[in-house]
């Protein structure tokens, strides 16, 4: 079978390496990096760079500067951060293209590492344009592509400029990205228990056709379950659904039954008669099983459901997560997303993938991250990449 390059597969040394990461960071109100995990994920394939004796050279974008130079959407702050891990100082290019990028790279010496500033100052990059790929291009011999979480997007730098180099390899969290997300979903080690929450069933209808074929159960909550209940003609009061995609739940429920996947559903709720999520407020709150009364909606899984679930969690020898039982921002709600965190953390002898977004921030939240064997840091891209989809930023890369 063939796989993607990557950066283990080729010697780099002296050689001026392009590395797409992802450090789309939060800042706080002082502007200052306020989580630096998108940072410290980069680190092993910065550090097997710098081993080689590579001149890394470091490009990202961050948040929506929509084509404009920002300063408040400026990565210079994140050199602080690549210093205090790396041990060493890191240049600063005020432009990723131009003057500024050609000479920050020319006077770059092998081991030595630079980071040009966002990529999205310049609207070419998310039009991909090819001339703007080609001027990224021009700073670098090998393109090595290490941010899973932007590799759905066809965008310059993360697709476009892979066109005019002749290396274009994964770097090591992609790699690792691929393998989990990929490889240990498409022939997992069974029982395989896929864990599916959040809001839509639309948003994750894809993902849960595809993983019908691959799962032995799979556990459905949040609001999803909702449109699920729907469509076995219960009563969900208030709760968030979608009415006009009852037809979706229903045909995954028939593909469960005819494939023999075991599909499990809340069998208890925790419901409220008023939700104010922007305040992270709820009103009078109660457990009920089965139908949900009218006037009220849930926000939770309850505690059947939990030990329900945690049971097949238990059993299981490959989990996948992504999405969460309720509304875990709000601490009365938060309860069945976090048993659900503690029960794969438990099952120790389970590989436990954690499949992007909130789910990440849940099992965070939780306490229990650093007990799963991996956390995505993508968000759509982990969903498309579930799906089946081809991602642009790893076709674009070599195979072996």
């Not at 069933?201 to 949040?222: E, F, H, Q, Y």
């Amino acid at each position: 079978m063939s796989r993607t390059k990557t950066v283990n597969d080729v010697n780099l040394s002296g050689q001026r390496v392009f590395v797409r990461v992802d450090f789309n960071v939060p800042f706080d109100e002082h502007g200052k990096v306020s989580d630096d995990t998108r940072v410290v994920e980069s680190l092993p394939t910065i550090k097997h760079l710098v081993a080689q004796g590579a001149k890394v050279i470091l490009a990202s974008h961050l948040g929506r500067p929509k084509g404009k130079v920002d300063p408040k959407q400026s990565l210079k702050p994140v050199i602080a951060i690549l210093e205090k891990h790396l041990g060493t100082t890191v240049a600063f290019a005020e432009d990723c293209t131009g003057a500024p990028a050609q000479h920050a790279v020319s006077v770059l010496k092998n081991g030595q590492v630079l980071l040009l500033e966002n990529v999205r100052f310049h609207a070419e990059e998310e039009k991909n344009e090819p001339a703007f790929a080609k001027q990224l291009a021009a700073l670098a011999d090998v393109f090595v592509n290490d941010a899973f979480g932007s590799a759905h997007r066809a965008h310059a730098s993360t697709a476009g400029i892979a066109v005019h180099l002749p290396i274009r390899v994964a770097g090591l969290l992609m790699q690792k990205e691929l393998a989990f997300l990929g490889d240990k979903t498409a022939d997992p080690v069974r029982p395989f228990c896929v864990i599916l929450g959040g809001a839509k069933v639309s948003d994750k209808i894809k993902v849960i056709d595809t993983l019908l074929d691959k799962a032995d159960t799979m556990i459905i909550g949040g609001a999803m379950a909702y449109t699920f209940g729907l469509a076995l003609g219960k009563k969900v009061g208030k709760s968030l659904t979608e009415p006009d995609k009852v037809y979706l739940a229903e045909a995954a429920l028939k593909k469960a039954q005819a494939r023999g996947v075991k599909l499990l559903l809340p069998v208890d709720t925790l419901i409220t008669d008023k939700l104010d999520f922007a305040n992270a407020q709820v009103g009078a709150t109660q457990t009920v099983a089965g139908n949900i009364p009218d006037g009220w909606e849930g926000v939770d899984i309850g505690p059947q459901s939990i030990a329900l679930f945690s049971a097949e969690i238990a059993r299981a020898k490959t989990i996948l997560w992504n999405g969460p039982m309720g509304v875990f921002e709000i601490k009365v709600c938060s309860t069945g997303t976090f048993a659900v965190a503690s029960a794969i953390a438990a099952n120790t002898g389970a590989i436990s993938i954690i499949g992007g977004g909130d789910s990440v921030k849940a099992v965070k939240k939780s306490g229990q991250a650093g007990k799963v064997s991996f956390i995505s840091t993508g968000g759509g891209a982990s969903l498309e990449f579930l799906e089946g989809q081809v991602l642009p930023g790893v076709a674009c890369l070599d195979i072996v």
